[in-house]
């Protein structure tokens, strides 16, 4: 059964860059849809964006261009890049495996999920 | 963006009893509607996809229904391990959306 893990550190300095990774084990990552997600202190989850293998992405347009999610086959990983990040990038980040049939996409792995905290 | 509503945000039952929680949707998602369940220090679990398709491994206790904007998670005859919190989630447009969530506690 397919794992997920976060890694990276807890704590970001306002305006820097938030860098995450993500390791899949027991699961090919050359497929399926790579997925972060994340939940502020007392909010609702919201979802960051994903990639499908090397080939094409998607992102909240809330984040306004500071995101990337890439996939690195070599490792089994894929990874999350925010930039200029604030208070506001405070949450709880996920990452998570979407599925997809032909109108739908769910995610049906996620890993445990890491605190990260910007402050200065 | 699809605003996702979901009621009731707590909700007290005892083991046995039957819940239900509703997720609307701003607009029709069709049935591109999931649900998942979260406990403490735990992965998040997927257990309906699909607006009622059950996921590999899940309790039939689990049923979900709807379609267009409404949508519902029943549990029928709650299990203690049910004691959780539940929230959906649309991937009917991006940027996919969730449900604020839905705390089941011990009545």
């Known amino acids: 059964q397919v794992q997920l893990r976060e890694s990276g550190p807890g704590l970001v300095r306002p305006a820097e860059t938030l860098s995450l990774s993500c390791t899949v084990s027991?699961?090919?990552?050359?497929?399926?849809?790579w997925n972060w997600i994340r939940q502020p202190p007392g909010k609702a989850l919201e979802w960051i964006g994903y990639?499908?293998?090397?080939?094409?992405?998607e992102y909240n347009p809330s984040l306004k261009g500071r995101v990337s999610i890439s996939v690195d086959t070599t490792k089994n990983q894929f990874s999350l890049t925010l930039n200029s990040v604030t208070a506001a990038d405070t949450a709880i980040y996920f990452c998570?495996?979407?599925?997809?049939?032909?109108?739908?996409?769910?995610?049906?792995?996620w890993g445990q999920g890491i605190q990260v905290s910007v402050s200065s | 963006d699809i605003q996702m509503t979901q009621s009731p945000s707590f909700l007290s039952a005892a083991v046995g009893d039957r819940v239900t929680i509703t997720c609307r949707a701003s607009q029709s998602i069709s049935t591109a509607l999931n649900w998942y369940q979260v406990k403490p220090g735990k992965p998040p679990r997927l257990l309906i996809f699909a607006g009622d398709r059950l996921e590999s491994g899940v309790s039939s206790r689990f049923r979900g229904s709807g379609w267009g904007t409404e949508f519902t998670l029943t549990v029928t005859g709650l299990h203690s391990e049910d004691f959780a919190t539940y929230f959906c989630h649309q991937s009917h447009s991006v940027p996919w959306t969730f449900g604020q969530g839905t705390n089941v506690e011990v009545k």
């Open positions: 990639s499908y293998y090397t080939w094409s992405s």
């Open positions: 027991a699961g090919s990552i050359s497929t399926y849809y």
């Open positions: 998570a495996r979407a599925n997809k049939l032909p109108y739908v996409y769910y995610f049906d792995s």
